[in-house]
C-alpha cells in the first residue's frame, strides 16, 4: 500500500514508544539513591533548624549538635516529615512502596513508579492508609 498506511516494521509493530512493564535494575539503583538523598535532605533541615532553635534558646553550636534528644520545629510541614506514619524513610520502606503506587484505575490497585508522569520529580512515599 502506499501513502499514509504503508505497511513498514516500525508501524506494524505498534506503539513506537514502549516501556519496560518492569523496573530495570539501574533504574531501581537510581531511584533508591534519589530516595536516599531526600532522606539526607530532610536530614540536614531538620538539624538545621534545631541548631537555629538551640542557638536562639543560647545553647551553643557544639552542645546543639552533640544533644541526643532534636528540639521540635515549629513548622507544621516539617514535623510531619519526621513523624513515622506520614514521611518513611528508603530503608524503612518496603519494596512494594518503594517500586510501586496506588492507583484506583490500575488491575490490583497499583501502578508502577516508573509509569508515573515526572516520577523523579514528584514524592511517591505517602500511601493511602491500608494499602
Known amino acids: 500500500m502506499f501513502g499514509a498506511f504503508k505497511s513498514t516494521q516500525s508501524l506494524l ?9 518492569v523496573m530495570s535494575k539501574p533504574q ?3 531511584h533508591r539513591a534519589r530516595l536516599q538523598l ?9 538539624m538545621g533548624l ?10 551553643a553550636y557544639e552542645e546543639a549538635i552533640s544533644m541526643s534528644k532534636l528540639l521540635v520545629p ?3 510541614s516539617v514535623k510531619k516529615l519526621q513523624s513515622r506514619e506520614h514521611y518513611l524513610t528508603e530503608d524503612q520502606m518496603s519494596a512494594k512502596n518503594k517500586y510501586s503506587l496506588y492507583s484506583k484505575y490500575s488491575k ?12 523523579t520529580k514528584v514524592t511517591n512515599r505517602i500511601q493511602p492508609r491500608y494499602m
Do not use: M, Q
Not at 505498534?14 to 519496560?20: A, T, Y
Not at 490490583?108 to 516520577?119: E, L, N, Q
Open 28 to 30: 531501581k539503583a537510581k
Open 74 to 76: 515549629k513548622v507544621e
Open 13 to 21: 509493530g505498534g506503539l513506537l514508544w514502549k516501556f519496560r512493564p
Open 38 to 46: 531526600v532522606d539526607k535532605t530532610v536530614k540536614n533541615i531538620t
Open 108 to 119: 490490583g490497585y497499583r501502578k508502577s513508579v516508573h509509569r508515573v508522569p515526572k516520577f
Open 50 to 59: 534545631h541548631i537555629s532553635r538551640c542557638e536562639a534558646k543560647g545553647v
